[in-house]
């Protein structure tokens, strides 16, 4: 035996929706309902955004003090905290030009204060951190070169670079778990490592293609329209 219910909610203009017919007719009137219209809610990603700046500091210090549990802590709430940034921007379109830049440095920042001090007390190999540090300095010197040479940069992350990025994320906190001897990941952390290793050179790669296409592209429609 199946049972429907209909719910209705109040939404502008005096209108009511009809949710009766499942998940999908729960638009963004239903986020106006329950109050998430307020403006103050397109702040709160670029808020978080700042938390995670605020938290680098705070995890050097950690680390520098060998207090791994502590550490440890940190970096999950840095990470959950990542999580909630893009998922309220997205569903509440809360996107801004600041967000857009912010949110990737700072988990870059985050990921090379981490990746940087663990180096330095022997938990990560230096062949990784040099090729994390490679990488993000291709990917900041790229977009600087482009921007002065092209024109504006919109940073827009590749599913390939989601993945780089979430796959570093774990590697650093199975490293920090270990370190505070929350569990055990000795078995698991050379895979994981190649796995890394892997994303960093193919996102790596991807990154230098397309941006070097586009950059490629845009010079050769200008010098054709300078000959026309």
């Known amino acids: 035996m199946t049972c429907r219910h209909s719910l209705a909610l109040p939404v502008a203009s005096g209108d009511r929706l009809d949710v009766a017919a499942g998940p999908r007719n729960l638009d963004w009137r239903v986020a106006a309902a329950l109050k998430f219209d307020d403006p103050a809610v397109h702040y709160v990603p670029n808020a978080l955004t700042l938390l995670r700046f605020l938290l680098i500091p705070v995890l050097f210090v950690l680390l520098a003090q060998r207090a791994y549990y502590l550490a440890f802590a940190v970096f999950f709430v840095s990470a959950l905290s990542d999580v909630a940034d893009g998922v309220i921007a997205r569903r509440w379109n809360a996107r801004t030009r600041f967000g857009a830049i912010a949110d990737p440095l700072a988990d870059k920042l985050t990921m090379l204060a981490v990746t940087l001090s ?10 990784l951190v040099a090729a994390i540090v490679v990488r993000d300095l291709v990917i900041v010197g790229g977009a600087l070169a482009y921007h002065y040479t092209v024109g504006r940069y919109d940073m827009a992350p590749t599913l390939l670079s989601k993945l780089n990025t979430g796959i570093e994320i774990l590697a650093l906190a199975m490293v920090l778990g270990s370190a505070a001897d ?46 026309r």
């Open 118 to 127: 663990l180096a330095v007390q022997g938990l990560l190999p230096l062949w």
């Open 182 to 227: 929350i569990f055990d990941a000795s078995a698991a952390r050379p895979v994981l490592f190649a796995l890394l290793m892997a994303t960093i050179v193919a996102s790596g790669v991807q990154y230098v293609w397309v941006w070097g296409r586009r950059a490629i592209s845009h010079h050769a429609g200008k010098n054709h329209s300078t000959e």
